[in-house]
């Protein structure tokens, strides 16, 4: 009588048990899918680390144009760097701006200069923290019609030569040269990052490999530096060179310098040598007649 008792409280709970295996036959703790709902958080790799965009597609001389984008993360102390670059892949501005809180940035930059002159297609280069988390965009700029006004004119310590240069986020306060390592010193102070162009005389400084033109190396604070040679005719060599701000002193090393006693020099001074020698042998003949 006990066992039949048993088995009828039993059955039904067995009976329960397997139409609810039947029914739910995995049971997992965690839910497949950890993207949807409230079990995870959502991760679209899809979406761009670094977005850049302008407000408009073309500018003319005097407008201002506002650059700005977004990043898919947000890392403390990351800044971002805005490369831009005019239609002969020179280099026109470089900055670093700080990315806010909601992971956006933007600048406002109002072309204008030299480095401007240039009409036609610019590019936008941003990075933020390294290549891979890169984006770009471009448009069109008229070119700078900058005013016919007198060049920036700086004396080289020592010489009577005067360089040309134009420079942004940034004041030019002393040049000299350096006969020994055959370079141009040009001491700088920064406001932030920037750009310097200088017009190099071929009879001040050049770099040459036989007779043909070779490259400058620059410096920027000892360290070697990227630049770029805009223009070349026969009397000089125009650089344009980026620097961070902070440097303080740029280099650029040829293989002639001034002051140097090259070839034209050594004969103008031995033509002048030996007039002095024949002048003084003939007042000593003469003053030998005379005795």
């Known amino acids: 009588m006990l066992i039949f008792e048993i088995k009828r409280f039993i059955l039904p709970i067995l009976l329960c048990a397997s139409i609810m295996v039947q029914a739910f036959p995995y049971a997992s703790p965690f839910p497949e899918n950890l993207t949807s709902g409230n079990y995870g958080i959502t991760i679209n790799s899809s979406v761009s680390p670094i977005t850049v965009t302008t407000d408009r597609q073309s500018y003319d001389d005097g407008s201002k ?15 971002i760097t805005v490369i831009i670059r005019n239609p002969l892949g020179n280099v026109v501005m470089i900055a670093q701006l700080p990315l806010s809180t909601d992971k956006t940035y933007s600048t406002m930059v109002t072309p204008g200069g030299t480095l401007w002159h240039a009409g036609g297609t610019y590019e936008v280069d941003v990075t933020f923290g390294n290549v891979a ?10 070119g700078s019609k900058f005013p016919q006004i007198s060049p920036n004119l700086f004396s080289v310590d020592g010489t009577n030569f ?3 240069y134009d420079m942004t986020n940034g004041n030019v306060l002393g040049m000299k040269t350096d006969s ?7 001491a700088i102070q920064t406001t932030n990052d920037g750009v310097l162009t200088l017009v190099l005389p071929r009879a001040l400084i050049d770099a040459k490999a036989g007779n043909q033109d070779n490259a400058y190396f620059v410096l920027l604070d000892e360290q070697e530096a990227d630049f770029s040679e805009t223009n070349t005719t026969s009397t000089d060599r125009t650089l344009s060179i980026p620097f961070v701000a902070g440097t303080e002193e740029i280099e650029i090393m040829g293989t002639q310098i001034l002051p140097e006693f090259g070839p034209p020099v050594s004969l103008i001074f031995a033509i002048a040598l030996l007039s002095i020698i024949v002048v003084t042998s003939k007042i000593w003949s003469r003053f030998i007649l005379c005795l």
């Open 65 to 79: 144009i506002l650059i700005s984008g977004s990043t898919r993360d947000y890392v403390p102390n990351t800044p």
């Open 133 to 142: 988390k890169s984006a770009k965009t471009t448009f069109k700029f008229s």
């Open 162 to 164: 005067t360089v040309q």
């Open 180 to 186: 020994q390592s055959k370079s141009l010193l040009v």
